[in-house]
């Protein structure tokens, strides 16, 4: 009796052990949500558009890189619609903890003017602005069109017919194209696309006449000769592709937008706590400053910024600015700087 009470004794001690090690063991991640460090667990990061586009192709190695400095995995997620707005009410209606992040670009500085969403980039933090760049007119291999000027006497000769591959309303190619209408007078058939990826598809298979395109994202391809870029969005030539002419040479009153480019970021939800922000910025900041990412942003042409604080925020709202005050001028909206708050 006396062997079989011990044994009962000692087996219920080793029970409780194993329940006490299960409980603090079984989750480290909960011992250090516990005692407030950050990150305790994987961070999710949600990009604003499709698989293989040029937002997504800046995000992905960045968060390869960033999680390596944070200890935990970015699990990447792409969730595309309404001009990039689908995934920034998602990330805005997730909890200020930093465990989501929005992976974005210019857009949600233009949502409430165009009445997509009442969000902007002033309901969340900047985490850390990347860069921006040039973008450029282009057309497939097998187009008809060897200038911008040919296009546009197209579009005027037959308002409508001449197709505009976009991805929706207040994405890159309808920003441009209020742009070009209201330098030329003429109009476009715009076809909306998930991303940049399938807006250039379209194009390189003549499902559309022309798109706008990123150099990031077509600078491959006008290598490779399958796609021609007949005008370029800047105010100097761009590296790699010096023979493109620039749009002031054909049309001088588009200086007055110039120099004007999409934009790159990170960003959690507004109130997320600073130094929540401070360790995600320094992530990713590290991140930024590898060489290995350093190249690829010279490949793509993107002109690296590397904002964060009080920088990355001014460049935001001067970039809102701007873009409203050219969008308003060219009559794409209607509404006033006032009336969206824009100072």
């Given at each position: ?239 790699q592709m010096e023979d493109v002419p620039l749009i002031t040479a054909e049309y001088p009153d588009f200086e007055q937008y110039l120099p004007w480019g999409p934009f790159y970021g990170v960003f959690v939800k507004a109130d997320t ?71």
């Amino acid at each position: 009796m006396k062997l079989k009470k011990l044994m009962s004794i000692m087996l219920t001690m080793c029970l409780s052990v194993g329940v006490l090690a299960g409980c603090g063991g079984g989750t480290e991640e909960a011992a250090d949500a516990a005692t407030g460090e950050y990150p305790a667990q994987n961070i999710s990061g949600i990009i604003q558009w499709g698989a293989g586009g040029g937002t997504d192709s800046l995000m992905r190695p960045l968060g390869t890189l960033a999680e390596k400095e944070l200890g935990v995995s970015i699990v990447m997620e792409n969730k595309t619609g309404g001009t990039g707005s689908i995934a920034t009410q998602y990330v805005y209606d997730q909890a200020a903890d930093g465990y989501t992040l929005l992976l974005g670009a210019e857009n949600p500085q233009l949502y409430e003017a165009l009445d997509i969403i009442d969000l902007t980039y002033a309901d969340f933090v900047p985490v850390f602005v990347i860069g921006d760049e040039t973008v450029g007119v282009a057309v497939g291999k097998n187009s008809p069109y060897t200038s911008l000027t040919e296009i546009i006497d197209a579009a005027l000769a037959a308002p409508g017919t001449v197709k505009l591959s976009t991805t929706g309303t207040g994405g890159l190619p309808w920003e441009v194209a209020s742009f070009l209408t209201a330098v030329t007078g003429a109009t476009f058939s715009q076809i909306p696309y998930d991303s940049d990826a399938t807006a250039k598809a379209a194009v390189l298979s003549g499902e559309c006449d022309f798109t706008i395109c990123k150099v990031q994202s077509g600078i491959e391809d006008y290598k490779a000769g399958e796609l021609n870029f007949l005008s370029m969005l800047s105010t100097e030539p761009v590296t790699q592709m010096e023979d493109v002419p620039l749009i002031t040479a054909e049309y001088p009153d588009f200086e007055q937008y110039l120099p004007w480019g999409p934009f790159y970021g990170v960003f959690v939800k507004a109130d997320t706590d600073p130094a929540v922000v401070e360790t995600l910025a320094n992530a990713f900041a590290a991140a930024f400053a590898d060489a290995s990412y350093q190249e690829l942003l010279a490949g793509f042409n993107i002109n690296a910024l590397g904002l964060t604080g009080d920088e990355a925020k001014a460049y935001l709202d001067t970039w809102q600015k701007n873009t409203i005050t050219a969008l308003v001028e060219s009559g794409a909206i209607t509404k006033s700087l006032e009336e969206l708050g824009v100072e």
